[in-house]
T-cell receptor, first 115, second 113 residues
Framework: GAVVSQHPSWVICKSGTSVKIECRSL??????MFWYRQFPKQSLMLMAT?????????EQGVEKDKFLINHASLTLSTLTVTSAHPEDSSFYIC???????????FGPGTRLTVT | GESVGLHLPTLSVQEGDNSIINCAYS??????FIWYKQESGKGPQFIID?????DKRQGQRVTVLLNKTVKHLSLQIAATQPGDSAVYFC????????????FGQGTELSVKP
């Protein structure tokens, strides 16, 4: 149980285009989902927290107009990287949490490469 | 504590030896701590957790120690195996900060056969 999936697992896009990444909780309802970014050989950096049906809360320094987050249902959150640039190339990881426990369940990550 | 983009320290051990991975956390008010294992190109995998009212917790081949006085967390892996090679992250949750999970720097463990 407690499986989180991400789609796509990797994507290559051209500079200036937008990319959408999906995060799904497959066998549980996630009241809260989190989005992280990870650069090579570095730790995971929390980008934003999203609660179903409400606006995401972004961490300091993360541009909310560039990284659009939608948490439309209890099993799906999406991250859209708008007008992507090469510096947005990174490993994006989501996690999901139920309302009853502290533990977060992580997705497998999405490798974004912007050319 | 919060990563500031530093590169990962590495730990190299011989197969069969015990490994100790250390972590300094930043928030003395943190309530819950977790160790994650991350293999290359994958998401973090839960290993073991500990609450702030405990100082030790054991799992299968792993032990976590918490020293709140010096804000230090350690992960001990007994009889390290090649499959343990990965990056290990500590993470902390502070309920007074909305329950966000904040990752530490991470340590790359390399197990030599």
């Amino acid at each position: 149980g407690a499986v989180v999936s991400q789609h796509p697992s990797w994507v290559i896009c051209k500079s200036g285009t937008s990319v959408k990444i999906e995060c799904r909780s497959l066998d549980f309802q996630a009241t809260t989902m989190f989005w992280y970014r990870q650069f090579p050989k570095q730790s995971l950096m929390l980008m934003a927290t999203s609660n179903e049906g409400s606006k995401a809360t972004y961490e300091q320094g993360v541009e909310k107009d560039k990284f659009l987050i939608n948490h439309a249902s209890l099993t799906l959150s999406t991250l859209t990287v708008t007008s992507a640039h090469p510096e947005d190339s990174s490993f994006y990881i989501c996690s999901a949490r139920t309302g009853r426990a502290d533990e977060q369940y992580f997705g497998p990550g999405t490798r974004l490469t912007v050319t | 504590g919060e990563s500031v983009g530093l590169h990962l320290p590495t730990l190299s051990v011989q197969e069969g030896d015990n490994s100790i991975i250390n972590c300094a956390y930043s928030n003395s008010a943190s309530d819950y701590f977790i160790w994650y294992k991350q293999e290359s190109g994958k998401g973090p995998q839960f290993i073991i957790d500990i609450r702030s009212n405990m100082d030790k917790r054991q799992g299968q081949r792993v032990t976590v120690l918490l020293n709140k006085t010096v804000k230090h967390l350690s992960l001990q892996i007994a009889a390290t195996q090649p499959g343990d090679s990965a990056v290990y992250f500590c993470a902390e949750i502070s309920y007074n900060q909305g329950g966000k999970l904040i990752f530490g720097q991470g340590t790359e463990l390399s197990v030599k056969p």
